[in-house]
């Protein structure tokens, strides 16, 4: 079946910082990837997402690449900001089928940014 | 934006007794929606998909019996924790996917925090 693996948190940086959370998955054919934030006391929201191999996903200063041959898709930020703290979460879903739309997570990076 | 709702927020309740949660997406029609349950400092599990008008499915390990899902239309879909025990504790969100301006989006709930007493 399908996984994801985050690396483990919390994580604590001094703002300016340089941000990377580290992400793979397992998954059968070409899923898509997606990194979502959840910010204290509010819902998930899509951060960025890429859909094949090669791409890159970007918002708000955060990127991630889609890498098939090493089966990863690390979050990265060259500045963080005291307001990025929040849990980052890494999720896949299968393309196409009655599974589109499914996400499967990763566990979730707790990310707290001092000033 | 599109926004989904639920509600409510927080509940306590005594063991035994059924708790119903509603999602409502509040500007586009949802044609799926789908359940997660979060446990303390864990990731999402998936429970259950349901589509508009159709019977929900269940992921391998969940109860159908336990946790009922209706999506009777496009805007709202409930949970329903029957004889909820302890164990049932846990943070519930729902995700709702459909269609708004033209393009496929999915957007997840706030949350709703279930304690058992």
């Known amino acids: 079946g399908n996984s994801v693996t985050q690396m483990e948190g919390p994580v604590t940086l001094s703002e300016e910082a340089f941000l990377t959370i580290n992400c793979t998955y397992t998954?059968?054919?070409?899923?898509?990837l997606f990194w979502y934030v959840q910010y204290p006391g509010e819902g998930l929201q899509l951060l960025l997402k890429?859909?094949?191999?090669?791409d890159k996903g970007s918002n708000k200063g955060f990127e991630a690449t889609y890498r098939k041959e090493t089966t990863s898709f690390h979050l990265e930020k060259g500045s963080v900001q005291v307001s990025d703290s929040a849990v980052y979460f890494c999720?896949?879903?299968?393309?196409?089928?009655?599974?589109?739309?499914?996400?499967?997570f990763g566990q979730g990076t707790i990310l707290t940014v001092h000033p | 934006g599109a926004v989904v709702s639920q509600h409510p927020s927080r509940v306590i309740c005594k063991s035994g007794t059924s708790v119903k949660i509603e999602c409502r997406s509040l500007?586009?029609?949802?044609?799926?929606m789908f359940w997660y349950r979060q446990f303390p400092k864990q990731s999402l599990m998936l429970m259950a998909t349901?589509?508009?008008?159709?019977?929900?499915?269940?992921e391998q390990g969940v109860e159908k019996d336990k946790f009922l899902i209706n999506h009777a239309s496009l805007t709202l879909s409930t949970l329903t924790v029957t004889s909820a025990h302890p164990e049932d504790s846990s943070f519930y969100i729902c995700?709702?996917?459909?269609?708004?301006?033209?393009?496929?989006?999915?957007?997840f709930g706030p949350g709703t925090r279930l304690t058992v007493l």
């Open positions: 999720a896949l879903s299968e393309a196409g089928g009655t599974s589109y739309g499914k996400l499967t």
């Open positions: 998954a059968t054919g070409y899923p898509s």
């Open positions: 995700s709702a996917r459909g269609t708004s301006g033209g393009m496929i989006t999915q957007y």
């Open positions: 890429a859909t094949k191999a090669d």
């Open positions: 349901s589509n508009e008008g159709s019977k929900a499915t269940y």
């Open positions: 500007d586009f029609q949802a044609t799926t």
